[in-house]
């Protein structure tokens, strides 16, 4: 549900900047460096679940 959002623009920006990045992978890094910044884990949180997602549904 969230990535989806994410994809419809009804998310954190960051969180946005960082699923649109995957498309132009030499930005991946510094939206990733970006969103890591994001709370106290919930950036990390964020890419660990965008991680596990990509890996699942390939």
Do not use: W
């Amino acid at each position: 549900m969230m990535l989806r959002q994410a994809f419809e623009g009804q998310f954190n920006e960051v969180h946005q900047d960082l699923i649109l990045s995957l498309s132009r992978p030499h930005k991946v890094k510094e939206k990733a460096d970006v969103c890591q910044r994001i709370g106290h884990t919930s950036g990390t949180d964020f890419m660990v679940g965008v991680a596990v997602y990509g890996y699942t549904h390939k």
